[in-house]
């Protein structure tokens, strides 16, 4: 094999860590990268936005716990790119994020294009870093992938001058070394396994650090040992199936809900891989009276109102298994947590045969539910219909509802489904998102015409931002600056050589989902949708008073 220049060896690097996609746009400033790949066993997934190639590197990263990789050129580029990282780097997402970049010789002058890019991607990585020198690139590279998939997993960036890719440089890949499992002491456990023994009334909160540890069967089997109920934070769903009696499905929304009581009465909340940046204990803790024992791989950030009598850090399945052999518990969930679960059915159900149109965001839900399989992924974007999604739209699996929440992006829902089914062709994807968040990224539905990636997008349309609307009206009383119009969708899809679907009444939403799941291109359903759901719950909660617990 001959000489390498530093773009060919950073891809060599990429081969070694088992990089599969690499979603980009081409440029001026990353071109030896792009020649560098044209022999490369890695596919090079040419987007049509970069900020939608690092949302697919984003959801690629959550789901299969292997850093997602983006390519941009400088300036503009990377400028686009990173609210894609930031939102990876926020929800623990791993992502390695490349940038061209000018030549060294013209850093030090005022240079077209020229932003000081590690110091720009700063505030939003995990760790960023430039090459300087060729021989430095295999360092760089493991050092990336090694920082983005450890715990708490998040995004790097490498940022690589045009002048230094195309210099020759002699070196090779390093090798991959093996994570090996830490374990939580035998002190926390114990002191954990004594708290969880003497509560009267304890409560489990499972996070998203649940699921990259691949501990939802753990969890299932303590909680069913202990007697415990469990909610979910939204990136927990499916960690404990949404069927299980114990399951009190999800907590995080800014208003109060029926789970909110849950929290005002246990006397010890077990939050096990939760990330703080899910749903603030400011929310559900806001005095720090409430008890907490922390389980997770790391340990707890600090805040006022989440504040562990014990905190259990290693791998959270044995942690978890640990407890269970040293607590003593035979206590059942009080009669309350029996009918709460009872009220959050009838609520859910409440919607299901609802004749409305514009459909309600709930019955739209529901009927999205009773399409999928429990394999099957929703990616949701961010807008009303993601507070609605979070609420209604339960999971038997972990990773089978994806929500953007600690940076809560618009724009993910489209990139991020393609990502999905990428991943695994064998599932049915669905893009859920507003008209507006859809508007962001749609131009990526071409690229997924062009890859290959049939999954249907449904839009809960209502001519405006709805959440902002919701917002307002609470606020204020009324809304401003929120409407706007929209293109046909049914014919914009058509023109991109996709197949488009209007639902014209509640009874069409089921048979045109199945239709559409079938098609062997991208499709796009336009769902009218009534958010004068939104006030009517933000009534209810103002109304909440907890009687089940009285």
């Given at each position: 094999m001959g000489e390498l220049n530093t773009a060919e060896l950073l891809v060599k690097c990429l081969e070694n860590e088992g990089v599969e996609y690499v979603f980009g746009l081409p440029g001026e400033e990353n071109l030896h990268i792009l020649e560098a790949l044209k022999d490369s066993s890695i596919k090079f997934i040419t987007t049509r936005h970069e900020q939608g190639a690092a949302f697919m590197a984003d959801v690629y990263g959550r789901l299969t716990g292997k850093a997602g990789v983006c390519l941009s050129t400088l300036g503009p580029g990377a400028t686009n790119l990173m609210t894609g990282v930031a939102?990876?780097?926020?929800?623990?997402?791993?992502?390695?994020?490349?940038?061209?970049?000018?030549?060294?010789?013209?850093?030090?002058?005022?240079?077209?294009?020229?932003?000081?890019?590690?110091?720009?991607?700063?505030?939003?990585?995990?760790?960023?870093?430039?090459?300087?020198?060729?021989?430095?690139?295999?360092?760089?590279?493991?050092?990336?992938?090694?920082?983005?998939?450890?715990?708490?997993?998040?995004?790097?960036?490498?940022?690589?001058?045009?002048?230094?890719?195309a210099m020759p440089v002699a070196g090779k890949a390093l090798n991959k070394d093996t994570r090996e499992k830490s374990y939580a002491s035998f002190r926390s456990v114990n002191a954990a396994a004594v708290a969880i023994s003497k509560a009267k009334n304890p409560l489990i909160l499972v996070g998203n650090g649940a699921i990259r540890a691949n501990a939802s069967e753990a969890l299932t089997e303590f909680a069913t040992a202990m007697n415990i109920p469990v909610v979910n934070s939204f990136m927990g769903k499916g960690v404990i199936p949404y069927t299980h009696p114990l399951s009190l499905w999800t907590v995080g929304l800014q208003q109060r809900d029926h789970i909110s009581c849950a929290f005002d009465q246990t006397d010890l909340v077990i939050a096990v891989g939760y990330d703080l940046i899910?749903?603030?204990?400011?929310?559900?803790?806001?005095?720090?009276?409430?008890?907490?024992?922390?389980?997770?791989?790391?340990?707890?950030?600090?805040?006022?109102?989440?504040?562990?009598?014990?905190?259990?850090?290693?791998?959270?399945?044995?942690?978890?298994?640990?407890?269970?052999?040293?607590?003593?518990?035979?206590?059942?969930?009080?009669?309350?947590?029996?009918?709460?679960r009872i009220e959050l059915r009838e609520d859910y159900e409440h919607y299901a045969n609802d004749d409305g149109f514009p459909i309600k965001p709930q019955k739209l839900i529901h009927d999205l539910r009773q399409v999928m399989r429990p394999e099957d992924i929703v990616i949701s974007d961010v807008g009303a219909h993601k507070m609605w999604m979070a609420r209604h739209y339960h999971c038997d699996r972990p990773n089978t509802c994806i929500i953007s929440n600690g940076f809560a992006a618009m724009g993910i829902a489209i990139p991020g489904a393609l990502a999905a089914k990428l991943v695994d062709p064998s599932k049915k994807v669905v893009a859920v998102t507003g008209d507006g968040g859809f508007m962001m990224n749609c131009q990526e539905l071409e690229t997924a015409l062009r890859v290959g990636t049939p999954f249907v997008t449904l839009i809960f349309n209502d001519n405006g931002y709805g959440l902002i609307s919701w917002k307002q009206i609470n606020q204020f009383g009324q809304s401003a600056f929120v409407d706007f119009g929209n293109p046909d969708?049914?014919?914009?899809?058509?023109?991109?050589?996709?197949?488009?679907?209007?639902?014209?009444?509640?009874?069409?939403?089921?048979?045109?989902?199945?239709?559409?799941?079938e098609q062997d291109v991208p499709t796009v359903i336009d769902c009218p949708v009534d958010y004068r759901e939104n006030l009517r719950f933000s009534q209810k909660a103002g109304d909440l008073s907890c009687k089940l617990w009285e």
């Amino acid at each position: 094999m001959g000489e390498l220049n530093t773009a060919e060896l950073l891809v060599k690097c990429l081969e070694n860590e088992g990089v599969e996609y690499v979603f980009g746009l081409p440029g001026e400033e990353n071109l030896h990268i792009l020649e560098a790949l044209k022999d490369s066993s890695i596919k090079f997934i040419t987007t049509r936005h970069e900020q939608g190639a690092a949302f697919m590197a984003d959801v690629y990263g959550r789901l299969t716990g292997k850093a997602g990789v983006c390519l941009s050129t400088l300036g503009p580029g990377a400028t686009n790119l990173m609210t894609g990282v930031a939102d990876a780097n926020l929800d623990g997402a791993p992502l390695v994020a490349i940038t061209g970049q000018v030549g060294t010789d013209r850093m030090h002058i005022e240079s077209h294009q020229y932003l000081d890019l590690v110091a720009m991607f700063a505030p939003v990585t995990k760790w960023n870093t430039q090459i300087v020198r060729p021989s430095n690139t295999p360092e760089i590279v493991r050092k990336a992938f090694k920082i983005a998939q450890s715990e708490k997993p998040g995004a790097v960036h490498i940022d690589l001058p045009e002048n230094i890719a195309a210099m020759p440089v002699a070196g090779k890949a390093l090798n991959k070394d093996t994570r090996e499992k830490s374990y939580a002491s035998f002190r926390s456990v114990n002191a954990a396994a004594v708290a969880i023994s003497k509560a009267k009334n304890p409560l489990i909160l499972v996070g998203n650090g649940a699921i990259r540890a691949n501990a939802s069967e753990a969890l299932t089997e303590f909680a069913t040992a202990m007697n415990i109920p469990v909610v979910n934070s939204f990136m927990g769903k499916g960690v404990i199936p949404y069927t299980h009696p114990l399951s009190l499905w999800t907590v995080g929304l800014q208003q109060r809900d029926h789970i909110s009581c849950a929290f005002d009465q246990t006397d010890l909340v077990i939050a096990v891989g939760y990330d703080l940046i899910e749903y603030s204990p400011k929310k559900w803790n806001p005095e720090g009276k409430i008890p907490i024992i922390h389980i997770g791989a790391a340990p707890a950030e600090i805040d006022s109102s989440y504040i562990p009598l014990a905190e259990v850090v290693g791998d959270i399945s044995d942690s978890l298994n640990e407890i269970v052999k040293r607590a003593d518990r035979e206590g059942k969930p009080t009669p309350a947590f029996a009918n709460l679960r009872i009220e959050l059915r009838e609520d859910y159900e409440h919607y299901a045969n609802d004749d409305g149109f514009p459909i309600k965001p709930q019955k739209l839900i529901h009927d999205l539910r009773q399409v999928m399989r429990p394999e099957d992924i929703v990616i949701s974007d961010v807008g009303a219909h993601k507070m609605w999604m979070a609420r209604h739209y339960h999971c038997d699996r972990p990773n089978t509802c994806i929500i953007s929440n600690g940076f809560a992006a618009m724009g993910i829902a489209i990139p991020g489904a393609l990502a999905a089914k990428l991943v695994d062709p064998s599932k049915k994807v669905v893009a859920v998102t507003g008209d507006g968040g859809f508007m962001m990224n749609c131009q990526e539905l071409e690229t997924a015409l062009r890859v290959g990636t049939p999954f249907v997008t449904l839009i809960f349309n209502d001519n405006g931002y709805g959440l902002i609307s919701w917002k307002q009206i609470n606020q204020f009383g009324q809304s401003a600056f929120v409407d706007f119009g929209n293109p046909d969708f049914v014919k914009f899809a058509e023109s991109m050589g996709l197949k488009g679907y209007r639902v014209e009444s509640a009874f069409d939403l089921i048979p045109t989902l199945k239709t559409a799941l079938e098609q062997d291109v991208p499709t796009v359903i336009d769902c009218p949708v009534d958010y004068r759901e939104n006030l009517r719950f933000s009534q209810k909660a103002g109304d909440l008073s907890c009687k089940l617990w009285e």
